[in-house]
C-alpha cells in the first residue's frame, strides 16, 4: 500500500515555514511531535486574516463583524463535530486544552455523579493530566482509583481490565494512545466493556487524533478530549466532547459571561449546550485556527499520514536499533502503535542525549513525558523520545541517528 | 567524529568521570545535616547528607539520587570540596557557583579558601552556554544549602 500511495513530502514540508531553518548551524529536525506540533501556513494564515479582517467578541454584538466572528467560531464547532464524527454540534465544547477538558469532566460530572467508594478506573499509560485530576476528586470525595497494568510489551492487559470492572466501577477514564510508547489501546472494546458494568467512559485523545480517523460515534465513548496544539493547530484550544444526555445534566464548569441565559443576583439561569460550559470569552482566533489545521490534515488525509509515519517509524526503528547500547523502552509490535520511539542509551542519560543532538539541530524530548508512573512500571527514570509527524523525513532519522552516535562519541567507549 | 567545542567545553573528561563514577554515592549514617533536592522540570532527584562538627566544621558528605551527568558530576565534586570547610565556607559557595553557571556577577571577590574551591569548579562552567542545563548543575549545591539552612527540600524552581 506504502508504494502506491502518493505523498507529497517536498510540498508539505514547504507548507510549515517553521522548518526550512537551521539550529546550531544544522538543518532543524523537529522530531518533538508527541509534545507539540509545527503549524503550517495555512493556521497561520487563517489566524492572523481573522484578526486583520474579521475579528469581534462573539455572540453578543449586534453588529456585522460579531456576526462574522460567531460565525466563523461556530463554524470551527461544526468542522471539529464533522473531524470527530460527534452526532450534534452541541456536543463540542471548546476548552484550553486536554487536561481543562479532563479537569471539566472531572469537576462537574464526577463531583455530581461519584461518592465515597466508588471506583474509577484508569491504566498505567496514562498521562499526567489523566491521572492527577481523578487522584484530586478521589481525595476529596473518597473514590478509589484502580490501575489497569500493562506488560513488557507496554500493551494494555485485557484480563486484568476485566478483572477490575465491577458493579463499584462508575468511570473509566483511559488514553487512546500512548504519548510515550505509542501503544493504541482497544478503546472501542473498552467502552463496551465499560458500558456493560454502567460506568461511563473518557478517552484521551491527544496522541489518537494527529494519526488516525476517531470516530466517537463508533467508539460509543461518553467523553472525548483532545488538545489543539498536537494537531498542527494553535495552542490554548482544546476539544471536549460528550454525549448530549450527559452534557445536558451535567452542572457548569466556570461561571461568567456567554455560560448564561439569564442572571438575577437571586439566580443564574445556565444557557444551554454547549455554551452552558463556555464561560467567558472564548479563545476564537485559536478555535478557526483548529479549523484550519483540520481542513489541513484532512486534505492531505488521514490513511496518507498513517502510511508515511508508519515507513518513517519502521525506518527510524532500524536505524536506531544499530546503535551500540540503544534500548528501547518497550518493543512493541509496529502494527499496535503510533510514530513514537522512547529510548536509552547505556552510556548517557536522557538529559545529557537531547543537549547534545539539539547542537546537531536535532529536537527530542528528554524526561518522563509526564508518565511517571509509566517510568516507574520500566523501572527508568527518564526515556529520551522521538516523535514523527506528517512532515518528518527518513533524512531527519538519519540525523537523530548520527547525532546519537556522536553521543556515544563523547560518552562512550 | 568531530564534537562541536561547546560540547566539548560542557563534558569535559573531569565531568565525564565524576558524571559515571560519582564519589560519595552513599548514604551517611549519623548525618546531622540532610535535605532532598529536586528539579520539577526533568524530574532529577537527589538527597545531600553532611555530618557536621560541634566546631560547625564538615566532617563528611554524601549524596543519594540519579540523574544526567552534569548534576551527578556536579554533586560528586561538591561532596569532595566541601570536606574540611566551614558550613559558611560551604554555603558561601553556593551563590559564586550559581554565578559561575550562569555567567552572572561573582559578587566581591570570595572569602579566603573559596578561590580553589572555585577554581576547581571552573569545568563546570561550560554549562552556562547551556541555559536549560543550568539547574542540573545548581541542584545538589542548592539542596545541601537547604541542609545547612535546615530546610528539608530544596527545588531549582
Known amino acids: ?413 | 567524529m568531530k564534537i562541536k567545542d561547546d560540547l566539548r567545553d560542557l563534558y569535559q573528561e573531569v565531568i565525564l568521570d565524576h558524571g559515571s563514577r560519582p564519589r560519595n554515592l552513599r548514604p551517611l549514617p549519623g548525618a546531622n545535616r540532610q535535605a532532598h533536592g529536586h528539579n520539577p522540570m526533568c524530574g532529577d532527584a537527589l538527597t545531600v547528607f553532611l555530618k557536621v562538627d560541634k566546631g560547625g566544621l564538615v566532617r563528611e558528605v554524601t549524596f543519594l539520587g540519579q540523574g544526567c551527568a552534569i548534576s551527578m558530576a556536579s554533586a560528586s565534586m561538591m561532596t569532595e570540596m566541601l570536606t574540611g570547610k566551614s558550613e559558611a565556607e560551604a554555603r558561601a559557595l553556593v551563590p559564586a557557583f550559581q554565578a559561575m553557571c550562569t555567567g552572572g556577577k561573582v559578587e566581591e571577590s570570595p572569602q579566603d579558601g573559596l578561590e580553589e574551591s572555585l577554581e576547581r569548579l571552573q569545568v563546570l562552567s561550560g554549562v552556562r552556554q547551556f541555559p536549560v542545563r543550568v539547574k542540573c548543575a545548581t541542584l545538589a549545591w542548592h539542596t545541601m544549602a537547604a541542609a545547612v539552612d535546615g530546610t528539608d527540600t530544596a527545588s531549582t524552581e
Open chain 1, 1 to 413: 500500500m506504502a508504494a502506491t500511495t502518493f505523498y507529497d513530502l517536498d510540498h508539505f514540508r514547504a507548507d510549515f515555514p517553521i522548518l526550512c531553518q537551521t539550529v546550531h548551524g544544522y538543518p532543524l529536525a523537529f522530531l518533538d511531535n508527541a509534545a507539540s506540533t509545527q503549524k503550517p501556513a495555512d493556521v497561520i494564515t487563517a489566524t492572523k486574516k481573522f484578526y486583520e479582517t474579521g475579528y469581534a467578541n462573539v455572540h453578543r454584538g449586534a453588529y456585522w463583524l460579531s456576526e462574522q466572528a460567531t460565525r466563523q467560531y461556530e463554524g470551527a464547532r461544526e468542522r471539529v463535530r464533522a473531524f470527530i464524527n460527534a452526532r450534534h454540534v452541541e456536543e463540542i465544547i471548546f476548552t484550553r486544552g486536554a487536561t481543562e477538558s479532563i479537569n471539566l469532566v472531572a469537576a462537574t460530572w464526577g463531583q455530581t455523579y461519584l461518592q465515597a467508594g466508588d471506583e474509577v478506573v484508569l491504566t498505567w499509560l496514562e498521562h499526567h493530566s489523566n491521572i492527577v485530576p481523578w487522584q484530586m476528586l478521589a481525595s476529596a470525595k473518597g473514590l478509589t482509583l484502580k490501575v489497569v497494568p500493562v506488560d513488557d510489551e507496554g500493551r494494555f492487559l485485557w484480563e486484568a481490565y476485566q478483572s477490575l470492572l465491577s458493579s463499584r466501577t462508575r468511570f473509566v477514564a483511559v488514553t487512546h494512545v500512548s504519548n510515550v510508547l505509542g501503544t493504541i489501546l482497544p478503546v472501542k472494546d473498552i467502552v463496551a466493556a465499560a458500558h456493560a458494568v454502567g460506568a461511563k467512559v473518557l478517552i484521551d485523545g491527544c496522541q489518537a487524533v494527529p494519526h488516525m480517523a476517531v470516530d466517537v460515534c463508533d467508539l460509543a465513548c461518553d467523553f472525548y478530549v483532545f488538545s489543539g496544539h498536537k494537531l498542527y493547530g494553535p495552542t490554548g484550544i482544546g476539544v471536549l466532547y460528550g454525549r448530549e444526555v450527559l452534557l445536558q445534566n451535567m452542572p457548569p464548569y466556570q461561571g461568567g459571561g456567554d455560560m448564561i441565559a439569564s442572571v438575577t443576583f437571586e439566580k443564574a439561569h445556565w444557557a444551554g449546550l454547549p455554551y452552558k460550559f463556555e464561560a467567558g470569552t472564548p479563545a476564537v482566533a485559536q478555535a478557526i485556527g483548529l479549523a484550519a489545521a483540520i481542513d489541513y490534515i484532512e486534505s492531505i488525509g488521514l490513511s496518507a499520514i498513517a502510511v508515511h509515519e508508519a515507513d518513517l517509524l519502521h525506518y527510524a526503528t532500524q536505524r536506531l536499533a544499530g546503535i551500540r547500547g540503544l534500548r528501547f523502552l518497550c518493543p512493541a509490535p509496529q502494527q499496535t502503535k503510533t510514530s513514537v520511539l522512547s529510548f536509552t542509551l547505556d552510556c548517557a542519560h536522557p538529559h545529557d542525549i537531547a543537549t547534545i543532538v539539539d547542537r546537531y539541530g536535532v529536537a527530542i524530548r528528554a524526561g518522563h513525558h509526564c508518565a511517571q508512573p509509566l517510568m516507574q512500571r520500566f523501572g527508568v527514570p527518564a526515556t529520551a523520545r522521538a516523535s514523527f509527524g506528517l512532515y518528518n523525513t527518513r533524512e531527519e532519522a538519519d540525523a537523530l541517528a548520527d547525532a546519537l552516535e556522536r553521543v556515544r562519541g563523547i560518552f562512550g567507549p
